[in-house]
T-cell receptor, first 119, second 110 residues
Framework: GAVVSQHPSWVICKSGTSVKIECRSL??????MFWYRQFPKQSLMLMAT?????????EQGVEKDKFLINHASLTLSTLTVTSAHPEDSSFYIC???????????????FGPGTRLTVL | GESVGLHLPTLSVQEGDNSIINCAYS??????FIWYKQESGKGPQFIID?????DKRQGQRVTVLLNKTVKHLSLQIAATQPGDSAVYFC?????????FGTGTRLTIIP
């Protein structure tokens, strides 16, 4: 199998606070994890790509100091939204690719998403 | 940069009928294409994929067609069921990154 989980599934926070979202590959080693953001009625937009043990690669227009990504192990990546503001409210989805997962090489397996609401 | 777009943002289909969802991509270097289904409040769910060396691939009730000449991708769903109601995204990739299309909301009418 290739199961990816996210925690929490939803979170509400006050403006100015930081929020951490976890992404875990449960039954395979995720050498690469991806973080996407999805606004209502829109598509998934890639925010960054992270490889285990190295710095994340951010897409153009994504503030790396605001969206901190850590991929310290082969089964866990975290996204921290620092000093969150209402415009950061969105659906954040991670995906993972790596060894031991069924499918094509580099096939991405998606988590269930985390709904962030910033008041 | 690459863009992947859909021709129709919404589609309503009578239950039991077939549906076709279309997608255009711009990067001719893309060699891997995937269709995802996303239900409200959930992550994307893999439906079917196709490599650029193929022009057709069939799954259970679904068929993906790839026309590399015009850079067009389609998803056909046969004998639609209420559970098929969702937003469908195409995505393309040439390396490890995926680019998603804008999405089509499919509604199955009972």
């Amino acid at each position: 199998g290739a199961v990816v989980s996210q925690h929490p599934s939803w979170v509400i926070c006050k403006s100015g606070t930081s929020v951490k979202i976890e992404c875990r590959s449960l039954d395979f080693q995720a050498t690469t994890m991806f973080w996407y953001r999805q606004f209502p009625k829109q598509s998934l937009m890639l925010m960054a790509t992270s490889n285990e043990g190295s710095k994340a690669t951010y897409e153009q227009g994504v503030e790396k100091d605001k969206f901190l990504i850590n991929h310290a192990s082969l089964t866990l990546s975290t996204l921290t939204v620092t000093s969150a503001h209402p415009e950061d409210s969105s659906f954040y989805i991670c995906s993972a690719a790596g060894q031991g997962a069924q499918g094509y090489p580099n096939e991405q397996f998606f988590g269930p998403g985390t709904r962030l609401t910033v008041l | 940069g690459e863009s992947v777009g859909l021709h129709l943002p919404t589609l309503s289909v009578q239950e039991g009928d077939n549906s076709i969802i279309n997608c255009a991509y711009s990067n001719s270097a893309s060699d891997y294409f995937i269709w995802y289904k996303q239900e409200s409040g959930k992550g994307p769910q893999f439906i079917i994929d196709i490599r650029s060396n193929m022009d057709k691939r069939q799954g259970q009730r679904v068929t993906v067609l790839l026309n590399k000449t015009v850079k067009h991708l389609s998803l056909q769903i046969a004998a639609t069921q209420p559970g098929d109601s969702a937003v469908y995204f195409c995505a393309s990739g040439g390396n490890e990154k995926l680019t998603f299309g804008t999405g089509t909301r499919l509604t199955i009418i009972p």
